[in-house]
């Protein structure tokens, strides 16, 4: 599906998967909000999203994504802007700034604790939602061993490489087709804070949300209840007079991985 097929503008791709019989699933194509995620697909052999090859690290994320699905071909036309920076450092040391998620970085060989900051911003009449977003990862890097499964490829096309844990959150805000949520009824998100598909990472056991109405100027925290497996669900009314609100959240799980992200303008408020 394209947002903006006149300029070949966010093409939505959903995940590769493998279906049983009689198995439907419902999707709901450039559903608000997006945010830095990674491939979905299940079925067939991608490159890995996050892994360590010896002292190379490489990372295929993507600036735009939601629930596994992935929205690309933003560039910059008549009616759209588009931004992104990146900066990766190394036990506190900046050693690349990227101008996206995806390439391929040495790191030194004693590197223990790694940072990757995303910052990415979009703008026109025709894309409204998730106009800015600022993300940062902390975890701990492996020490670049380990064997990939078959649906996984290392920079190098074999497996003899490890996962590293990046969490990415999804979120599902039960919006309209016009990515948008009721003025007058509690705000209810159901995040996901998950690892690659394939990594047996440990799942994510804490979360806090905070959500704005005036575009990050003030913050008011959800009442947040883990599900379990990674999941939470955040509660919280829209502040009075909000047209958009702006998600804060910090994700971590007990291994040492985390994750905080702002999104700004992250659903529309109707009504």
């Known amino acids: 599906m394209l947002w903006k097929p006149d300029e070949s503008n966010g ?7 493998v279906l049983r019989a ?12 997006l945010a830095p995620g990674v491939d979905g697909s299940t079925a067939g052999t991608a490159g890995c999203a996050a892994c360590r090859q010896g002292d190379l690290l490489a990372l295929d994320i993507a600036t735009w ?11 910059p036309t008549r009616t759209l802007s588009v ?14 700034a990227p101008a996206s998620g995806y390439g391929g970085f040495a790191l030194p060989a004693t590197a223990t604790t790694l940072r990757l900051d995303l910052e990415s911003t979009k703008s026109a009449p025709w894309t409204t939602t998730s106009t800015r977003i600022d993300t940062s990862w902390v975890w701990p890097t492996a020490d670049g061993t380990g064997t990939l499964p078959e649906q996984r490829l ?6 003899a490489c490890g996962f590293e844990p990046l969490l990415f959150l999804d979120y599902d805000a039960g919006v309209s087709q016009a990515n ?18 394939f990594d047996q990472a440990p799942a994510a056991d804490q979360l806090t949300f905070d959500i704005s109405g005036d575009d990050g100027a003030t913050w008011v925290p959800a009442t947040v209840v883990a599900t379990g497996g990674g999941g939470f669900t955040a509660t919280a009314m829209p502040p009075a007079g909000s047209r958009f609100l702006a998600f804060r959240v910090h994700a971590g799980d007990p291994a040492g991985s985390g994750i905080d992200q702002t999104v700004l303008r992250a659903v529309q408020v109707t009504g």
Request: charged share 15%.
């Open 83 to 96: 931004t992104t920076a990146a900066r990766l450092l190394a036990d506190g040391q900046e050693i690349a």
């Open 180 to 197: 948008g949520v009721p003025a007058t009824a509690m705000l209810t998100v159901r995040v996901t804070a998950h690892h690659q598909p």
């Open 65 to 75: 994504a939601r629930d596994g699905r992935l929205v690309g071909g933003f560039s």
């Open 154 to 159: 290392c920079p190098d096309g074999s497996h």
């Open 22 to 33: 009689g198995q439907h699933l419902d999707e709901q194509p450039l559903a608000a909000p």
């Open 11 to 17: 093409v939505d791709l959903g995940p590769w998967s």
